[in-house]
Nanobody, 124 residues
Framework: VQLQASGGGLVQPGGSLRLSCAASGVTLSNYAVAWFRQAPGRGRVGISCINSSGRPQYYPDSRMLRFTISRDNVKNTVDLEMKSLETEDTAVYYC??????????????????WGQGTQVTVSS
């Protein structure tokens, strides 16, 4: 199982980015897939998750005002669209899944497979 996160970059405050998590060796639609981020000097925190039924969750719920998680079952990807980005969104973003996970959790210890991370920098 391999996950690859992509789509990060440098964006100005108020801008948008779309991250993508591509998988090989696993059909992502069968499992929960989560996005986490780690800002400099901080721990890794959950952002959003989509379960095996396609139900999205956001951590906290207010995240849904700016972030949208979605699946593309044809491409076998899970995307995270981020709008109205703020400097506080600067972090390395990771996608994760686990072959035991059908439901979502923002506890990173329950995910056994991780992408390599993609850097998002929000700066003017």
């Amino acid at each position: 199982v391999q996950l690859q996160a992509s789509g990060g970059g440098l964006v100005q405050p108020g801008g948008s980015l779309r991250l993508s998590c591509a998988a090989s060796g696993v059909t992502l639609s069968n499992y929960a897939v989560a996005w986490f981020r780690q800002a400099p000097g901080r721990g890794r925190v959950g952002i959003s998750c989509i379960n095996s039924s396609g139900r999205p969750q956001y951590y906290p719920d207010s995240r849904m005002l700016r972030f949208t998680i979605s699946r593309d079952n044809v491409k076998n990807t899970v995307d995270l669209e981020m709008k109205s980005l703020e400097t506080e969104d600067t972090a390395v973003y990771y996608c994760a899944t686990d072959l035991r996970a059908e439901t979502c959790t923002d506890y990173d210890g329950l995910y056994g497979y991780w992408g390599q991370g993609t850097q998002v920098t929000v700066s003017s």
